[in-house]
């Protein structure tokens, strides 16, 4: 079961393409609820991602066909393992 409370029922809710879980009974009600699944882009928009996956694929893809979206892409790399290197 995870990390879930054995015996404890759970309350789902749908809010903006995204679906949440939250406990029904005192006192973990008090818990608060967490995704549980929903729509790929409104669960990236929720956890505050800049955009899903399957965008990032679709850049991917462009920048083969865009010389210079490839070229942004690569000084966006530099700058990423500059950054991470200072970690």
């Keep these: 079961m995870g990390t879930l409370i054995p015996e404890q029922p759970l309350i789902y809710?749908?809010?903006n393409g995204v679906v949440y879980a939250r406990y029904r009974d005192p006192p973990h009600n008090t818990k608060p609820r967490w995704i549980v699944g929903g729509d790929s882009k409104d669960v990236s928009r929720v956890q505050g991602d800049l955009f899903t996956y399957c965008e990032w694929q679709?850049?991917?893809k462009l920048a083969e066909?865009?010389?210079?979206?490839k070229l942004q892409l690569q000084k966006l790399l530099d700058i990423y393992y500059i950054v991470k290197e200072d970690k």
């Design 13 to 15: 809710e749908r809010a």
């Design 58 to 60: 679709d850049l991917m």
């Design 65 to 69: 066909e865009n010389h210079t979206l």
